[in-house]
């Protein structure tokens, strides 16, 4: 286990020393005090703590690294992730998991607007609620939202499946509410279990993804 | 890209730290804003008929001299001795016995390089070019006291970095606006309020968001249907903080690009771009914290 103290190290030393870190490396970084693009570009088997609120695009482009942050995170949380695991204890901002293809978030608190935008793959569990215009344009991947959606969830959604507890202010375009499978409750249980959640049932989920409405033209869709 | 930041405190024993909290959260914006900073406080109000005015030398722009003494000596001669003057580098607090109009008419026939950067009963406006941390050490801003204030670190996008064009901008008598985003239809604007009397002098895309609210309270409309009319009117990206003698109001785009974050407790409410300029705040591991929604009004007055 090995401390980087933000008081000490500049950011550009922090990112390099966890880049070049080997696989099985276990660090925890101090002093983090909202500094925007912290733990970014990491591609070993390594740990990461921060022991802090984190700014913009922590964990961005993250590959294989298992990041945990004990506070806040600012816009862009592990934006383009391709693998691995990043969970935020406190609260997100704007876009967390953007275009991301692969790995897991975990977001103890709330998400803000447009959380899970263009996600491309990977799972996204947030306990609390989420703003609006998340999952738009979404095209794969798993999005499970303990709490309530903000306006327009899933607008022009396509292959991505959403797991909604609460309410949605509002469906976005092509976005509908899907039958729950046997499949669907078998993943979404996984995922719960991922995100270590174990006070909520399943059977209080219900599941959106997309009509397939958008996927062709259609004259009538234009303005 | 600028920093906002907005603390109303619940809490009268806390008044004394306004200034204290204010500038740790100005100074956490400054990699947002490293142009220039300005605040506005809300503190005593005036007593009797005397308003107090801050004014802003604008020579501080093109480094003459300030002769801030023709100025004090004029100001006593034309509203009486018991004017008060406060010289505070390239800023004076005045209290003197007028109305803003008036004021404002005479600033211009006699010294047009003076402009009043705020005016009412109780708001007090600084605002300087620099980094925050030495402005804010200039303005000895953790001495000040009060109910409430809003602050910006400007990053200038669309007109040139001055004193001039640096926030807040007053919006009318104890109300006063800063701005993150940028306005994409502000020149038409400028000249419609210009034809309305409404006076606008530098070039600056907040400073006709600011006049945009001033035209629309003197027509009567209060501050919310004022802010709910400038979200048809008013094209860009902001999120825009609004001071008032009681309060604050915070209100972000339909679309919702512009960050803001919000945190309130028993104690305190604060705004922030964001969240790094409230996490020193005392008590904010128990505040619940939010992103306000776009489009929606938010706001927080004194019991009355």
């Known amino acids: 286990m090995k401390n980087l103290d933000l008081n000490n190290v500049s950011l550009r030393e922090l990112n390099q020393e966890l880049q070049n870190a080997q696989n099985g490396a276990q660090y925890v970084v101090e002093n983090s005090n909202g500094k925007h693009n912290i733990a970014v570009g990491l591609n070993k088997e390594q740990s990461v703590t921060i022991n802090g609120h984190v700014g913009y695009y922590c964990a961005g482009m993250n590959q294989k690294a298992d990041i945990t942050v004990e506070g806040n995170a600012g816009s862009g949380l592990a934006e383009n992730m391709m693998s691995g695991k990043v969970h935020v204890k406190g609260g997100v901002s704007q876009y967390c998991g953007a275009t991301a293809h692969g790995g897991t978030i975990i977001i103890d608190g709330d998400a803000s607007a447009r959380c899970g935008i263009s996600m491309k793959g990977v799972d996204i569990v947030v306990r609390g609620s989420v703003g609006h215009m998340s999952a738009f344009m979404a095209q794969k991947g798993r999005f499970v939202i303990c709490g309530d959606a903000g306006n327009a969830l899933g607008d022009s959604i396509y292959e991505a499946r959403i797991y909604l507890r609460g309410k949605a202010q509002s469906l976005g375009a092509d976005c509908i509410e899907k039958e729950m499978q046997d499949e669907h409750r078998k993943e979404?249980?996984?995922?719960?279990?991922?995100?270590?959640?174990?006070?909520?049932?399943?059977?209080?989920f219900k599941r959106y993804g997309s009509a397939r409405k958008l996927y062709n033209f259609s004259v009538d869709n234009a303005y | 890209m600028c920093g906002i930041v907005g603390l109303f405190l619940k809490?009268?024993?806390?008044?004394?730290?306004?200034?204290?909290?204010?500038?740790?959260?100005?100074?956490?914006m400054t990699e947002r804003?490293?142009?220039?900073?300005?605040?506005?406080?809300?503190?005593?109000?005036?007593?009797?008929?005397?308003?107090?005015?801050?004014?802003?030398?604008?020579?501080?722009?093109?480094?003459?001299?300030?002769?801030?003494?023709?100025?004090?000596?004029?100001?006593?001669?034309?509203?009486?001795?018991?004017?008060?003057?406060?010289?505070?580098?390239?800023?004076?607090?005045?209290?003197?016995?007028?109305?803003?109009?008036?004021?404002?008419?005479?600033?211009?026939?006699?010294?047009?390089?003076?402009?009043?950067?705020g005016s009412g009963r109780v708001i007090e406006i600084y605002k300087e070019?620099?980094?925050?941390k030495d402005v804010i050490a200039s303005f000895n801003l953790q001495s000040f006291t009060g109910s409430h204030a809003l602050g910006h670190t400007r990053m200038a996008t669309e007109s040139a970095v001055t004193?001039?064009?640096?926030?807040?901008?007053?919006?009318?008598?104890?109300?006063?606006?800063?701005?993150?985003?940028?306005?994409s239809n502000h020149n038409r604007w400028r000249e419609k309020l210009r034809k309305e009397g409404i006076v606008i002098s530098t070039d600056n895309d907040s400073e006709v968001a600011a006049a945009y609210f001033n035209w629309r309270l003197k027509q009567g409309d209060d501050l919310n249907t004022a802010l709910t009319k400038a979200l048809d009117d008013l094209d860009g990206f902001y999120t825009f903080a609004i001071g008032t003698k009681d309060g604050f109001a915070v209100m972000r785009d339909n679309i919702g690009c512009k960050p803001a974050v919000i945190a309130e407790t028993d104690q305190w409410v604060a705004m922030a771009s964001e969240f790094r300029a409230i996490a020193m705040l005392p008590g904010v591991e128990n505040a619940s914290i939010w992103e306000p929604e776009p489009g929606k009004i938010y706001s927080w007055h004194k019991a009355a």
């Not at chain 2, 809490?11 to 956490?28: A, N, P, Q, R």
């Open chain 1, 188 to 204: 979404l249980a996984e995922l719960l279990k991922k995100a270590d959640i174990t006070d909520i049932s399943v059977d209080e």
């Open chain 2, 11 to 28: 809490e009268k024993k806390l008044e004394g730290h306004l200034g204290s909290y204010l500038s740790d959260m100005l100074i956490e």
């Open chain 2, 33 to 117: 804003g490293p142009d220039s900073v300005g605040f506005a406080i809300y503190d005593q109000p005036t007593i009797g008929k005397q308003i107090k005015c801050t004014l802003l030398n604008t020579l501080v722009d093109s480094g003459e001299e300030l002769n801030w003494d023709e100025v004090r000596q004029a100001l006593k001669k034309q509203f009486g001795n018991d004017t008060k003057f406060e010289e505070k580098g390239s800023h004076a607090l005045i209290s003197v016995e007028t109305d803003t109009n008036t004021l404002n008419e005479w600033l211009n026939e006699n010294f047009p390089h003076i402009n009043v950067n």
């Open chain 2, 129 to 132: 070019k620099g980094l925050p």
């Open chain 2, 163 to 183: 004193t001039g064009h640096s926030h807040p901008f007053s919006t009318g008598d104890d109300i006063c606006l800063v701005h993150n985003g940028s306005l």
